[in-house]
């Protein structure tokens, strides 16, 4: 069985990483245009990335504002809860700087995995990078 993970950090420290998981999965397998996916706000933000067996497979950010995103595993490892990973550690450090609330926009295949976590999916569908998006939020107890 593989071990796994969850490193946090700045962009400085876990940008090359992360970039790189972000490249293949946006850019390239989901055709995000470079623009919107260098958006300018990763050196305000605080990375989250999980290796499997000391390699990086996964990476989310977790804004200032408590705001989640870029939440991307390589295909590879998708479908072995390793999101679940992820998330749970991205929701921890929320609870610790204080957020009362987190929120995300979630494509719409993804839903059913946020729901897993306890978020609530609302208002209506929307595009972003052409792709179908929900926001979501999850207030903590």
């Given at each position: 069985m593989s071990k796994w993970h969850v490193?946090?950090?700045?962009?400085?420290?876990?940008g090359s990483a992360c970039s790189a998981i972000r490249k293949v999965v946006f850019i390239e397998e989901q055709n995000?245009?470079?623009?919107?996916?260098w958006d300018g706000r990763d050196p305000q933000c605080l990375h989250f990335l999980l290796h499997v067996d000391d390699r990086p497979v996964g990476t989310a950010r977790?804004?200032?504002?408590?705001h989640i995103g870029r939440v991307a595993i390589l295909e590879e490892v998708r479908s072995q809860g390793l999101g679940l990973h992820l998330m749970e550690a991205t929701l921890v450090a929320a609870r610790e700087a204080g957020h009362h609330a987190v929120h995300l926009d979630a494509q719409t295949y993804a839903i059913p995995f946020y729901e897993r976590l306890g978020f609530i999916a609302h208002g209506d569908?929307?595009?972003?990078?052409n792709i179908p998006h929900?926001?979501?939020s999850l207030y903590f107890q």
């Open positions: 490193t946090s950090g700045d962009w400085e420290t876990l995000v245009p470079q623009a919107e996916e977790l804004l200032p504002d408590g569908e929307f595009l972003d990078a929900y926001h979501m």
